[in-house]
């Protein structure tokens, strides 16, 4: 493959294969608290971060986390105390985040619109190896605590009331979601961007559900599709000159109706052998099968033995 001669291009290599498994880690978490869409709301407020690294001539990677992490904890904030009015507060913040980006890119020494483009729908050759640099130490991050913390986080992200009576820091690992969805969004946001990573957190984890009925089969087949959409697509934008955020999107949105038509067949096939065995049980058992199984149990003299 000649594309791996070039050094941009295994640096995007290397940053779509740790997008791929980050953000269905922590997606799955979003889809079991029915946050689908809060790594879109992140994404807004992480171009106030983007266009502040513009501004102070530093790494918009690190000032996006750093902005996001801080968004993040503000949404569940409002998620707690909010009541009525929390839907608005989050729509002003995601809105206000996207204003802030474009107004603070503006700002600063020669800053244009062109250069939030890279941020907010993914760019392949612009992926520095300072961005690598920064992508693998947040990935890590990301994946420490969505697989060494998985049972607690997967019990908050299904019954809070649960967790909270067996003793868990239910807010504690509430906050946690949020700030890992936080980096993984500024993580994603060179390969993906930051208007489509949230497609990427949750539509591997909802084609992967039209399969696997466990939590562990769910994560893995989720973070394999991860994988394959974001190096094909990687690749695919690389050889037809398309964007690679949009092509890595459709291709899981495919993966998701592929599956989908998949699983169809094999849902009914498992709901009539579920009908099969539920008459069988209901089923009496003919009387003289009773007897025999009855004389059978008492050995070899039946009934009459010793």
């Known amino acids: 493959m000649d594309l791996l001669n070039y050094a941009f291009m295994q640096r995007a290599l290397l940053a779509a294969v740790l997008v791929g498994l980050t953000a269905p880690a922590v ?20 171009m106030t971060g983007v266009g502040l690294g513009f501004l102070l001539n530093s790494s918009p990677v690190w000032v996006a986390t750093l902005v996001a992490v801080a968004g993040s904890v503000l949404m569940e904030l409002i998620r707690w105390y909010g009541k009525a009015r929390g839907d608005i507060a989050l729509a002003m913040l995601f809105y206000g985040g996207m204003a802030g980006g474009v107004l603070l890119t503006a700002l600063a020494p020669g800053g244009t619109n062109a250069g939030l483009t890279t941020y907010l729908f993914g760019s392949l050759s612009t992926v520095s190896s300072s961005d690598v640099t920064a992508i693998c130490v947040l990935a890590a991050l990301v994946l420490l605590v969505t697989v060494g913390l998985r049972r607690q986080l997967f019990a908050v992200s299904q019954d809070e009331e649960f967790a909270r009576v067996t003793g868990l820091p239910v807010r504690a690992l509430n906050l946690l979601v949020a700030v890992t969805a936080a980096v993984t969004v500024t993580v994603a946001m060179r390969v993906v961007g930051l208007l489509l990573v949230s497609a990427l957190m949750v539509v591997p984890v909802a084609a992967a559900q039209q399969l696997a009925r466990s939590f562990a089969a769910t994560f893995a087949i989720a973070v394999a599709l991860g994988v394959a959409a974001t190096l094909g697509g990687t690749t695919v934008s690389y050889y037809n000159d398309v964007p690679p955020g949009a092509t890595i999107v459709l291709l899981t949105i495919g993966a998701f109706v592929l599956l989908t038509a998949l699983a169809t067949p094999l849902a009914r096939r498992r709901a009539a052998a579920g009908a099969r065995r539920a008459r069988d049980v209901r089923t009496p058992v003919p009387q003289d099968e009773a007897e025999y199984d009855l004389t059978a149990s008492e050995g070899p003299a039946g009934r009459h033995g010793p």
């Open 27 to 46: 997606g799955i978490y979003l889809v079991q608290r029915r946050q689908a869409l809060m790594g879109d709301g992140i994404g807004h407020v992480a």
